[in-house]
Antibody, heavy 120, light 109 residues
Framework: QVKLVESGGGVVQPGGSLTLSCAAS????????MHWVRQAPGKGLEWVAF????????YYAESVKGRFTISRDRSKNTLFLQMNSLRPDDTAVYYC?????????????WGQGTLLTVSS | QSALTQPPSASGSLGQSVTISCTGT?????????VSWYQRRPGRAPRLIIS???NRPSGVPDRFSGSKSGNTASLTVSGLQAEDEGDYYC??????????FGGGTKLTV
C-alpha cells in the first residue's frame, strides 16, 4: 500500500534553512503529482507546494513563494522541500501528500508529518 | 487565497447525523468539482474521506456523504459513531495549480 515517510524536521533559527524529505513507496512515484501541506500549532491545514508528475514545473502558496523549493529524486522515489529564510510563522508539522489520478482533485494519501520549529 | 470557512466545532450523539459546512468563493468551491474532505484523528495522519464533492474512496463508510451548492460544500456524517470524533477539513482546487483548505471543524460525539 501507499507509504509516505517524512523526515528532516527540527529546530532552526529564524533566517535559517532546512530540507525536508518524504520517502515514497507502494506506488509508481513518477506517475503521480505530490504536495507539501503544513499545519501550524492550533491552526488548520495549509497547502504549501505542488510538484506535477512530470516534475517540470513547481507551484507554491504565496506565503512561501521565493523561499521554499519543492523537488523530487525520481531514482530514489523521494520528495523534498528545501526551505530558506525561515520565519517563526513557518513553524508547523509538514506533511507530504500524494495526489490521485487527477491532480486537481486533492490529496489522496498522507504521511505522518515532520515537525519544524523556527525559534531563536 | 483565503481559507475556506468552516464552523470551529460540531457535535452530535451516537446514531445521530451531523452536517459540517464549508464556504468558499466563486473562484474555488463555486468554480470546480474538486472539493474534498479529510478526517484527522489524534495521532493519525489526515485521511481522505470525500473527493470530487461526493465520491467516497474505497474503505470509507457510506455514513459519510458530501454535497455542494453554489460556493458552499457540506459533509454529512450519518449514524454517528464514537470513532468519528476528530477534526474535519474541507479543501478545494482554486485554479492555477493552487489549493485552499478550510480552518477545520472539531467533531465531538
Amino acid at each position: 500500500q501507499v507509504k509516505l515517510v517524512e523526515s528532516g524536521g527540527g529546530v532552526v533559527q529564524p533566517g535559517g534553512s532546512l530540507t525536508l524529505s518524504c520517502a515514497a513507496s507502494g506506488f509508481t512515484f513518477n506517475s503521480y503529482a505530490m504536495h507539501w501541506v503544513r499545519q501550524a500549532p492550533g491552526k488548520g491545514l495549509e497547502w504549501v507546494a505542488f510538484s506535477p508528475s512530470s516534475g517540470s514545473n513547481r507551484y507554491y502558496a504565496e506565503s512561501v513563494k521565493g523561499r521554499f523549493t519543492i523537488s523530487r529524486d525520481r531514482s530514489k522515489n523521494t520528495l523534498f522541500l528545501q526551505m530558506n529564510s525561515l520565519r517563526p510563522d513557518d513553524t508547523a508539522v509538514y506533511y507530504c501528500a500524494k495526489s490521485g489520478d487527477i491532480a486537481a482533485a486533492g490529496f489522496e494519501s498522507w504521511g505522518q508529518g515532520t515537525l519544524l520549529t523556527v525559534s531563536s | 487565497q483565503s481559507a475556506l470557512t468552516q464552523p470551529p466545532s460540531a457535535s452530535g450523539s451516537l446514531g445521530q447525523s451531523v452536517t459540517i459546512s464549508c464556504t468558499g468563493t466563486s473562484s474555488d468551491i463555486g468554480a470546480y468539482t474538486y472539493v474534498s474532505w479529510y478526517q484527522r484523528r489524534p495521532g493519525r495522519a489526515p485521511r481522505l474521506i470525500i473527493s470530487f464533492v461526493t465520491n467516497r474512496p474505497s474503505g470509507v463508510p457510506d455514513r459519510f456523504s458530501g454535497s455542494k451548492s453554489g460556493n458552499t460544500a457540506s459533509l454529512t456524517v450519518s449514524g454517528l459513531q464514537a470513532e468519528d470524533e476528530g477534526d474535519y477539513y474541507c479543501a478545494s482546487y482554486a485554479g492555477r495549480n493552487s489549493w485552499v483548505f478550510g480552518g477545520g471543524t472539531k467533531l465531538t460525539v
